[in-house]
């Protein structure tokens, strides 16, 4: 059993060696895009499917609480926190407009949508995407194996951060380690926090 323990742990650093390099320029555009939104009073909002809304969340925690150090909170709008309103808009419209209503409703020209998918291929995140173009969004996208239908959505305002690998899981951990950066990357901009 402690073999397998270290294997996974292994397969782990293993995947994000694999797309570290791969990824940074892309983390790092992403960074430069909040950033400038934030400074122009713009909100960030942010959604995701399964796992990937637990990300998101952590995300938004992460940016309106804080991160490493004490600092200001930051706005941001994780969208899966409604569960009476997600589910009435299911039952009342169609599930893949569950984040395109809340977006329609809350987003505004210049601020962020920010998705988490490890296929990109969710018919409500697609949905949310394309909401977010006509409310003059732009569009981070944080996608695994070949970024699937979000990818086509994007247009060269949006950035794309795709773990192009296969493993659900090693995705779910590269999404997670790319939020930390993010997140990082923003409070050294914003702050000067080391």
């Not at 296969?166 to 702050?191: G, K, P, Q």
Request: glycine share 6%; charged share 20%.
């Amino acid at each position: 059993m402690n073999q397998r323990i270290y294997a996974l742990f292994q397969s782990s650093v293993e995947s994000k060696m694999q797309v570290g390099e791969q990824l940074a320029p892309s983390i790092e555009a992403a960074s430069n895009k909040i950033v400038n939104a934030l400074l122009n009073d713009k909100k960030i909002l942010i959604c995701g499917n399964g796992a990937s809304s637990a990300l998101a969340q952590i995300f938004t925690s992460s940016l309106i609480d804080r991160y490493e150090k004490e600092r200001p909170s930051l706005p941001a709008i994780w969208l899966g926190s409604s569960v009476s309103t997600y589910t009435a808009i299911a039952a009342d419209y169609n599930y893949s407009d569950i984040y395109a209503k809340p977006i329609r409703a809350l987003g505004h020209e210049g601020d962020i949508l920010i998705t988490l998918s490890t296929s990109g291929n969710a018919a409500n995140l697609v949905a949310a995407v394309s909401a977010a173009r006509d409310r003059g969004m732009e569009v981070v996208a944080i996608t695994g194996r070949d970024g699937g239908d979000q990818s086509s959505l994007l247009d060269t305002n949006d950035i794309e951060i795709c773990a192009a690998i296969n493993s659900r899981t090693r995705i779910h951990e590269i999404h997670l380690l790319t939020i930390f950066c993010l997140c990082d990357l923003i409070d050294n901009t914003l702050f000067g926090i080391e």
